[in-house]
């Protein structure tokens, strides 16, 4: 059972940086690619960047150059993967979630809220 579990959130003012984790505590790994997502307020939920299970990266154009997507060792079987947020806007406010696609699936995690004050 895959379990994704975000952290790292908060309030930081506008120009600040987070570093966002996602721990996948569940049993099954190996997952097809890993990604980032945030939803603000009476908007949609955006895709923001994802990494491969090769290790390729790949950013939305809003988040390019100033978001960066990792993960840990990739010869676990479970992942851990981060979203390290720079030079971070009010726009940058929102829940951000973590996602795990394994073969036809994806799994969600909860959720953490991030916070940018002006």
């Known amino acids: 059972q895959v379990r994704l579990v975000e952290s790292g959130g908060g309030l930081v003012q506008a120009g600040g940086s987070l570093r966002l984790s996602c721990v996948n505590s569940g049993a099954v790994g190996g997952f097809k690619f890993m990604a980032w997502y945030r939803q603000a307020p009476g908007k949609q939920r955006e895709y923001l960047a994802r990494i491969l299970a090769n290790g390729m990266t790949e950013y939305a154009d809003s988040v390019k150059g100033r978001f960066t997507i990792s993960r840990d060792n990739p010869r676990q079987p479970r992942n851990t993967i981060f979203l390290q947020m720079n030079n971070l806007t009010h726009e940058d406010s929102a829940i951000y979630y973590c996602?795990?696609?394994?073969?036809?699936?994806?799994?969600w995690g909860q959720g953490t809220q991030v916070t940018v004050s002006s």
């Open positions: 996602a795990a696609a394994l073969g036809a699936n994806v799994a």
